[in-house]
């Protein structure tokens, strides 16, 4: 009767360590959501143009992402929009979370910039305000970190090509290919 209490207790003991270790387990797996809604406080993009953006990506497994930034020029009238397909190598259901993006770009508006034009002996200050819109390809590298459940920080940078250039139009009339970046620092919402 011994021999059987004691098997018994050894039993239960195994049960309740296996159970207490699954649950223990599925805690540990979170479900960090599958949108994520973002805000970049800063937001380079090339030809000088500095701003805010906002994005909302949606998880569509865990190794793919879709993602559509828009960036709004605080220095500038100039906007800009892309969409990106965010390839995540070691999944994106982790709190630290890494990720090659292909992304196409567009942005449209204006430049304003000063030149001076020297006449003789003085110089004039002009006041100068050119179209610059642009359409190009670009591969970003984005690493997120999370918080807590729901919160993250992240950045994002990348560099490409702009197939289409307003403004490299003007300054060089052989080519309408140009050097294409973009940086941004965020923080989001996932859901």
């Not at 034009?117 to 590298?141: C, P, T, W």
């Not at 919160?151 to 140009?178: M, P, Q, R, V, W």
């Amino acid at each position: 009767m011994k021999k059987i209490l004691i098997a018994l207790f050894i039993c239960s003991s195994a049960l309740t360590s296996v159970a207490q270790s699954e649950s223990s387990l599925n805690a540990m797996k979170k479900d960090f959501g599958k949108n994520i809604l973002a805000f970049n406080p800063v937001h380079l993009i090339t030809r000088d143009f500095v701003g805010v953006g906002f994005s909302y990506e949606r998880l569509v497994n865990n190794y793919v992402g879709l993602k559509i930034p828009v960036m709004i020029a605080m220095n500038n009238n100039y906007y800009n929009i892309g969409i990106e397909a965010k390839l995540y190598p070691t999944k994106n259901t982790g709190a630290v979370k890494y990720a090659i993006a292909p992304a196409i770009m567009l942005g449209i508006g204006e430049n304003k910039y000063q030149t001076y034009n020297y006449v003789g002996s003085s110089s004039v200050r002009i006041d100068v305000v050119e179209k610059a819109s642009h359409f190009g390809f670009l591969l970003n590298q984005t690493l997120n970190v999370t918080i807590t459940r729901q919160f993250f920080i992240g950045i994002d940078g990348g560099l490409g090509i702009n197939y289409y250039d307003e403004k490299a139009n003007t300054d060089n009339a052989n080519s309408k290919l140009s050097f294409l970046a973009q940086l941004h620092i965020g923080m989001g919402y996932r859901f």
